[in-house]
């Protein structure tokens, strides 16, 4: 409904009041933002000033603060669409289409639509100024990550390649800028140029010596060169650093499997359930307090079939208590934001991995269990489902689970390829493993399939298959380099 004011603002003979009154009005909306910001309230924030664009046609700064608050409430699109049309205001402004290509890349995964912002930054060369290296390396970013995104060996080779250009260029433009220097480090990881990546990465940390991506970075290219004991130290230096990081932690369960066991790997496991039960328990802070605390534990029990000394009815018991543990929880689920209980999901199934690797199968059951009272329908549980199955000897069953799984998300293709060749269906498994070595050129698992496949009906391929693996195993690190986030 349109208001006194709101006429006044549009009289033509009006213009030094409407002026007046728009600067009034804009210095109340700048200390509301300021209010707000400090309270974190910027939901709240994008709306009132989304009620005041009905008067500030073409006021560039009430536009870049709405666009900032969407970014930071996490409305991208609304977000994206804001800075696009301050661009327009101010073309010559070079952080507007970058500011737009941030989101595009971290909140959208709007890859094509950061290139093409990148690119209008790009074509002004020295205009562009001190923003001209971050146009390079947002250019890069996108086509690192359209590259991951490919399906086509082709297509991914000219995307890493105009990747690796384009952070080239901007890390030759600023060589003191340490996010360059690790992201060009991270693509030439990622094409497996382990050495080569090395030396940026070395600037980047000289640059800034407590980046957790760039710490990580150098954990994950030691262990791709077999020095795991290094690799270790490296992430506990991280770790001393960034204690509350699920992702460092994820990879030092890793490492200590590598080179300790899965036994040592699992206390680690159980170290991250206390760590994220004591930050987002949310039955802690449930109403009234009524409901008890949940109690995050890895079992103690073992198998029967072990010989193990511990009862089976203490198994049993175990058991039952924790699916009651499980329905408080799952009642809980919707209560915080998805990453903590996707996070909760990973340790668990993490713990599972560790049990199935000792041979501890019913506790990898209780674990699955767990994770899948989180997330029922989630691919990584399907497929851990279907590795306990083939376990377990139940190829049928194991067949049908990774089937799902692969419905849901393309990957596991190498196991599936794999239990095809092993229960006797080569034909088949051959054609799903070479589609794995097509999406995942440089898994050695996937190759080492195909040539386990091409080895039963005695093909000549099977050797070539067999050295590709061999190659990539060389330079495989611990956990894929596509764990380090890539954000401007």
Not at 389 to 398: K, N, P, T
Not at 455 to 480: G, H, K, W
Request: proline residues 4%; negative net charge.
């Amino acid at each position: 409904m349109s208001t006194p004011f709101d006429t006044f603002l549009r009289l033509p003979d009006q213009t030094d009041a409407r002026q007046a009154s728009l600067q009034d009005a804009t210095s109340v909306y700048d200390l509301l933002t300021i209010g707000m910001a400090r309270r974190g309230q910027y939901a709240m924030l994008s709306e009132c000033l989304e009620r005041a664009m009905k008067f500030s046609f073409n006021e560039f700064h009430l536009w870049h603060q709405l666009g900032l608050s969407l970014m930071a409430a996490g409305k991208g699109v609304g977000a994206v669409s804001v800075f696009k049309e301050c661009a327009r205001m101010r073309p010559e402004d070079p952080s507007l289409p970058l500011l737009a290509a941030k989101i595009c890349i971290g909140q959208l995964q709007g890859f094509e639509e950061a290139e093409a912002l990148a690119k209008t930054v790009v074509s002004k060369g020295e205009e562009a100024g001190e923003f001209l290296p971050r146009a390079y390396l947002a250019l890069g970013l996108s086509y690192s990550l359209q590259a991951s995104d490919a399906s086509l060996k082709a297509n991914r080779n000219e995307f890493n390649r105009k990747a690796l250009q384009a952070l080239s260029k901007a890390h030759s433009l600023d060589p003191h800028d340490a996010q360059i220097a690790m992201y060009l480090g991270l693509q030439l990881a990622l094409v497996r140029q382990v050495s080569a990546a090395m030396e940026p990465l070395q600037a980047a940390l000289n640059l800034r010596e407590d980046d957790v991506h760039s710490l990580h970075l150098l954990a994950l290219l030691l262990s791709a060169q077999k020095h795991h004991r290094h690799a270790l130290d490296t992430l506990s230096l991280a770790l001393s650093q960034h204690p509350d990081n699920f992702n460092l932690l994820f990879t030092k369960v890793k490492l200590e499997e590598a080179l300790f066991g899965a036994a040592a790997a699992l206390q680690t496991c159980e170290e991250m359930l206390q760590q994220w039960q004591s930050r987002y328990d949310i039955s802690r802070s449930s109403p009234g307090g009524r409901k008890p605390s949940i109690h995050l534990t890895l079992p103690d029990f073992q198998d029967a079939s072990t010989a193990s000394l511990s009862p089976s009815s203490v198994a049993v018991s175990r058991l039952e208590a924790a699916i009651s543990e499980v329905s408080d929880m799952s009642s809980m689920r919707r209560q915080g934001p998805t990453y903590i209980w996707t996070t909760l999901e990973r340790i668990w199934l993490q713990a599972g991995e560790l049990f199935m690797a000792d041979g501890r199968l019913k506790e990898a059951q209780f674990c699955i269990s767990e994770a899948s009272a989180l997330f029922p329908n989630s691919h990584s549980v399907l497929l851990q489902r279907g590795r306990l199955a083939e376990l377990r000897g139940q190829l049928d069953e194991a067949k049908s689970l990774y089937d799902e799984a692969l419905a849901i998300h393309p990957t596991g293709e190498r196991i599936l390829g794999r239990l095809l060749v092993r229960s006797g269906r080569v034909h088949l498994g051959e054609k799903v493993l070479r589609d794995a070595v097509q999406v995942h050129s440089t898994s050695h698992e996937a190759w080492s399939g195909l040539g386990e496949a091409l080895q039963s009906r005695s093909s000549s391929q099977a050797p070539d298959c067999f050295l590709t693996a061999l190659e990539l195993e060389a330079s495989c690190p611990i956990r894929p380099f596509t764990i380090i986030p890539r954000e401007l």
